[in-house]
C-alpha cells in the first residue's frame, strides 16, 4: 500500500539508511525534469563535460552517492532503451561518467531484449530489498511525483525485474550509441 505523502522519506534519507543496496531501473528513452533541462540544451548545442574537469561537473547529488557507495552499499542503475537511441538517451550516455566516479555501477539493455521480463509500468528505486520508489512521470516527461510502497509482491516484482535486466544488460564502458 502505497503511503501518503507526508509519510514520504526524502531520497537522501533512503540513501542514508541504506545499508547494503540500492537498485534503479530506467525504461523511458526521454524525461524533462527541470534540473536537467539546461544540461541537455547545453548539450544539444555541443558543450561537451569532459572528466577531467571535475569541478564543472561534481553536483551535491554525486556527493550523495559517493558518500553512500563510501559505506559499502552497493548502487546500480540499468538503463532500457530503445535502439536507434534517442537524442536524450545519447545525452544521458555522455554523462554517465559522473555516476560512475561516484561509485554507480550502470547497465544498459536494448528495449528488444526485454520482451520476456515482466516489467512494472515505471521507473523505480529498491532499498535494501525492503521499499520501492516509484517516480512517475507525465507523457511529455514532466517529474509527476514519487510513492513508497513496502508491499512483498510488489518489492518482489521490482527485483526480480531489475535483476533480470541487470543479468541481461551491457556494463556503460562496453555500451556504444
Not at 523511458?28 to 558543450?47: I, L, M, T
Not at 550523495?64 to 557507495?69: D, F, H, K, P, V
Amino acid at each position: 500500500m502505497p503511503q501518503s505523502k507526508q509519510q514520504l522519506a526524502t531520497f537522501e534519507e533512503l540513501l542514508d539508511s541504506a545499508t547494503h543496496c540500492a537498485a534503479h531501473l530506467e525504461m523511458r528513452d526521454s524525461y524533462a525534469v527541470d534540473y536537467e533541462k539546461s544540461g541537455f540544451a547545453a548539450w544539444k548545442d555541443g558543450r561537451r563535460l569532459r572528466p577531467e574537469d571535475r569541478q564543472t561537473w561534481w553536483t551535491p547529488w554525486l556527493d550523495l552517492i559517493a558518500r553512500t557507495t563510501a559505506r559499502g552499499v552497493a548502487i546500480r542503475r540499468a538503463r532500457i532503451v530503445s535502439e536507434p537511441v534517442s537524442e536524450y538517451t545519447r545525452f544521458l550516455h555522455s554523462g554517465t561518467f559522473k555516476n560512475i566516479a561516484a561509485g554507480e555501477e550502470v547497465k544498459w539493455l536494448p528495449r528488444r531484449q526485454v520482451s520476456g521480463i515482466a516489467l512494472p509500468g515505471n521507473d523505480f528505486w529498491v532499498f535494501d530489498d525492503h521499499l520501492v520508489r516509484f517516480n512517475h512521470f507525465s507523457g511529455d516527461g514532466d517529474d509527476a511525483g514519487v510513492e513508497h510502497v513496502e508491499d512483498p509482491d510488489v518489492i518482489r516484482l521490482c527485483l526480480h525485474a531489475f535483476e533480470a535486466v541487470w543479468e541481461r544488460g551491457v556494463p556503460h564502458e562496453e555500451y556504444e550509441v
